[in-house]
């Protein structure tokens, strides 16, 4: 699945309507408008899809509405993780049969379990499917960290074939990268980090910046694949406002305000998620004013 996702997968923004029911019409034209714009797949459902708020007919519908419309132009991944392997494994047992080309699955968060058990979950759910399988660790919202040996042993496992890391430990990671078996690969989980993980041999992000300025990242993570590191930096160093401001409240508070901001129809949050304080709105109003609109803007 690594080498056909290619370099730039967007963690999609879940559109609501005002009364807090799935736009399923504006997320199908937000994941064409992504697949235009310099992305090679799709996450949905996941934290930034605002997964814990969904149930599971509205996540399985959703997962049809993408597919369909992006077709073969992108790779459509299903978030099925959960904290309970057995809801994670019959979720991942039905996404199959809505089209997406895999699942992410993110660590079982709250219960923190050991090594041995996160290593169980996950080869756990693998199994309840044929579809290729991205981990996801993010300790920082899940409150634990999944350590270099579990990884490695999952890598093992026969449809277990990238990670997603989150969890902003750049020797962790290289250690993954370095000791990996072929054909497992590592995407950055943070946007600004994914040069850096890119000099220890991460192939691409999962990124939330890249709802608004996926062609600027694609051509960084370009530049730097063919030799150009100082163009690389060049475009980290503009971009790296971008990708902090996104962060000034839990994501995706501010992901989403921003694409309304510029004209996606995404509309608001579902509780316990609120809105951009006014203030924090302000200051990503004047923060995209510096990005070239044509790249961000939905007209």
């Known amino acids: 699945m690594s080498e056909r996702l290619g370099t730039v997968i967007t963690a999609m923004v879940t559109p609501f309507d005002e009364q807090g029911e799935i736009n399923y019409s504006s997320a199908a034209a937000l994941a064409r408008y992504l697949v235009e714009h310099g992305s090679t797949g799709l996450v949905v459902s996941g934290t930034t899809g605002e997964s814990p708020t969904l149930t599971e007919e509205e996540k399985l519908k959703l997962f049809r509405v993408v597919v369909e419309a992006v077709g073969e132009k992108a790779a459509v991944i299903a978030g099925t993780g959960s904290n309970s392997t057995a809801a994670a494994a019959k979720l991942t047992g039905k996404a199959a049969s809505t089209g997406v080309r895999g699942v992410l699955l993110v660590t079982p968060y709250y219960n923190k379990p050991p090594p041995e058990g996160l290593y169980r979950h996950f080869r756990s759910v693998a199994g309840s499917t044929d579809l290729p399988v991205m981990l996801y660790n993010v300790p920082g919202r899940t409150g634990v960290n999944m350590d270099v040996e579990t990884v490695l042993r999952l890598a093992e496992v026969g449809n277990i074939i990238a990670l997603k890391e989150a969890g902003g430990n750049l020797e962790q990671a290289g250690e993954i990268c370095a000791q990996a078996p072929p054909g497992f690969s590592l995407y ?48 980290h160093q503009t971009l790296l406002p971008l990708f902090q401001g996104l962060f000034v409240a839990a994501n995706p508070i501010p992901v989403k305000a921003a694409l309304n901001l510029l004209g996606h129809d995404v509309g608001p949050l579902r509780p316990p998620l609120l809105p951009l304080q006014e203030e924090n709105l302000a200051g990503l109003s004047r923060l995209l004013e510096r990005y070239d609109r044509p790249f961000v803007s939905a007209g």
């Open 188 to 235: 950055s989980g943070d946007d600004a980090l994914t040069l850096p993980l890119l000099s220890l041999g991460a192939v691409g992000v999962v990124s939330v910046a890249s709802h608004l300025v996926g062609p600027q990242i694609a051509a960084m993570i370009e530049h730097y694949k063919e030799g150009r590191p100082e163009e690389a930096a060049r475009l």
